[in-house]
């Protein structure tokens, strides 16, 4: 009897926490087209193994009709909740109804969508762009006391991430009167071109003479400008700081060989959170900020050595 | 006899097993949900790849379908998105215009006498370019019709929904099946494909045919490009790259013979819903990369010409 009993219980036990733990999550996720996406994806099954979530992931190869596709297929299969990583920011409202009908959560990762009705999703979870241009200009300022000449390379005009960096930077360096943006233009957030343009900003500034620091949107950039101010013979890291966006492992390595100085991480783990968010709000706590930041913190380089060891292995 | 319809068996038989086995495997899967799913996800592809099984029947080949999809998308989302235009105006316009596209390309065909890959090549190019420069961005189209447009439909059993994109391919299926097999049209299709000289000394006007047969493609690959703003309420000149492959490998799958003269629409439905199947299928299990879907498919159309192969030896042997 006594033993039945405990037997019942351990059962139904098991059975209670086995339902509590195995949610299924569907996670639509872009595509795998840079090494930031991908280990995003990986950061995000790593998780869901973790905590034991039944993850449906699908990669949708870039193209929307392949995301709404895996959503509605989501629905169809009844899952608990369902992850976006939205392609485009368009087009998102008929099938985030349906999710709606079905009474399925959804959660919008990494780039924003346009609805107009905010009770479609539950929430956004995302690298708070401006926060980042804060970080660093805080970063620059402190170690400069506020005296500083500096040239920006700007990301891709138009670029929502290239717009709030710059406006969160500017926000900061506002505040300190000797320092300001003496030259600032467009490297389209890649190396090359972000070589190119340093080039010519060094010419323009008697060959880099009192330019105090270079603030790059994105890592790549920054390595492109660090390429630029070694050739015109100047020490990239002492002679110019370097500021800039992302921690890919190259910049992590530049740092280390102190050729660059700091770098605000663009953290790719955002299924911690995205789960986080989606337990809450199946435990019945609906009261979700619509937007959760998940800026990533500044290294500089005093951790360089390490976390490129850290990061090259990953 | 049987020979003929045999493509349409084999890929009949494929999929209800594919489905059976997703069905026996999945919770959910082996649902009406599931199936009206498939029509309505696939429906830009479905009416596409109806057009497509007419050109290729006639012999041809089609590679603008993708960028015509995209071209009339961005154009819907410029006309009603920015400008206001009410969105039977901008359809009134867009299927015309993207008609007489066809009817240009079919007419280059027939005139210079020129490759179809060729020409549909270049306007694949002209019509992908044109959109891009019209828009970039992806424009996003509220419009009270388009909500009108989504909640439209049917509520089957089993939380199904039968919605306006799946009723306006069900209306261009019954069109094209009836115009291939009981009009003067759909026969010269068929004797295009199956001996170019001999169709024209049999009397079939080719040139009308031609022209007529690129038009009715153009103008079901705009429909689709409607259809799938329906889909995603946008306008984006990079959708649909690759889709002209997509219904291309659809109507071998679904048994018609790339050499034209001989094929089915009902077939290419099939193939569309056998990718369909598959994608369910990759998403359903959640952990198979969703390239499977396309070494599966290529795997399939490999299959099915080598199938092609061996049936039209029979046939010649038989002869």
């Known amino acids: 009897m006594k033993l039945s009993t405990i037997l019942a219980t351990g059962i139904t036990l098991s059975c209670l926490s086995v339902n509590a733990l195995a949610l299924t999550i569907g996670f639509a996720q872009v595509g795998s087209e840079s090494g930031w996406r991908t280990s995003f994806s990986e950061s995000v099954k790593a998780e869901a193994k973790k905590r034991g979530i039944d993850l449906k992931f699908s990669d949708a190869q870039q193209k929307q009709e392949n995301q709404i596709k895996a959503v509605r297929s989501f629905i169809a299969q009844g899952v608990d909740a369902i992850i976006i990583a939205p392609v485009v920011e368009t087009g998102w409202k008929p099938v985030l109804r349906e999710a709606k009908r079905a009474r399925i959560p959804v959660v919008i990762v990494d780039r924003n969508i346009q609805v107009g009705d905010d009770s479609l999703f539950v929430t956004r979870i995302a690298s708070d762009f401006s926060e980042e241009g804060r970080k660093a200009a805080q970063w620059l300022m402190d170690t400069t006391q506020g005296n500083c000449k500096i040239v920006e390379l700007q990301g891709t005009v138009g670029a929502t991430a290239a717009i709030d960096r710059a406006q969160g930077f500017n926000d900061v360096i506002g505040k300190y009167p000797n320092a300001n943006i003496v030259r600032s233009q467009t490297g389209e957030f890649t190396r090359t071109k972000g070589k190119e343009v340093m080039e010519s900003i060094l010419k323009a500034e008697n060959g880099g003479k009192g330019v105090c620091a270079l603030w790059a949107h994105n890592d790549e950039m920054a390595l492109g400008g660090i390429q630029a101010i070694k050739e015109a013979g100047l020490k990239p890291g002492s002679d110019i700081l370097v500021v800039s966006v992302d921690g890919v492992p190259d910049y992590f390595k530049a740092m280390a060989d102190g050729d660059a100085n700091a770098t605000v991480e663009l953290s790719p783990h955002l299924g911690g959170p995205a789960f986080d968010v989606i337990e809450k709000y199946l435990g019945g706590d609906k009261n979700i900020p619509k937007l959760i930041s998940t800026t990533g913190d500044l290294f500089t380089q005093d951790t360089a050595a390490a976390e490129y060891q850290k990061r090259r292995l990953q | ?319």
């Open chain 2, 1 to 319: 006899m049987s020979t003929r319809y045999l493509p349409l068996y084999v890929t009949g038989a494929l999929l209800s097993l594919l489905f059976g086995l997703g069905a026996i495997q999945f919770d959910g899967f082996g649902s009406m949900r599931v199936v009206l799913n498939l029509f309505s996800d696939n429906a830009f592809l479905m009416i596409t790849a109806i057009g497509m099984t007419l050109v290729i029947i006639s012999g041809g080949i089609d590679l603008s379908v993708g960028s015509v999809i995209a071209l009339s998308g961005v154009l819907c989302g410029l006309l009603i998105g920015e400008y206001g235009w009410h969105p039977l105006a901008a359809f009134a316009l867009i299927l015309p215009l993207a008609t007489l596209f066809g009817a240009i390309m079919g007419m280059w065909i027939h005139v210079y006498k020129l490759q179809p890959f060729i020409v549909t090549l270049a306007g694949m190019f002209f019509a992908r370019g044109l959109a891009t420069m019209l828009s970039e961005e992806s424009i996003a189209i509220d419009h009270p019709f388009y909500d009108a447009v989504a909640d439209f439909g049917f509520s089957l059993p089993g939380n199904a929904w039968l919605g306006t994109s799946t009723l306006l391919l069900l209306l261009v299926l019954v069109v094209a099946v009836l115009v291939m097999h009981y009009s003067r049209f759909g026969a010269y299709v068929y004797a295009l494909g199956g001996n170019h000289q001999s169709a024209e000394l049999m009397g079939v006007p080719v040139a009308k045919a031609t022209i007529g047969i690129y038009a009715t493609s153009s103008f079901l690959a705009a429909l689709a490009g409607i259809v799938f703003t329906f889909y995603t309420f946008s306008g984006y000149a990079l959708t649909a790259v690759g889709t002209e492959l997509d219904a291309i490998a659809a109507v071998v799958i679904g048994g018609t013979l790339l050499t034209g003269g001989s094929g089915f629409v009902v077939g290419t439905i099939l193939g569309v819903l056998m990718m369909g199947v598959i994608q369910t299928y990759i998403i359903f299990d959640g952990s198979l990369s969703s390239w499977w879907t396309k070494i599966v498919i290529g795997l399939l159309l490999f299959f099915f010409i080598v199938l092609q192969k061996l049936l039209n030896r029979g046939r010649v042997q038989h002869a």
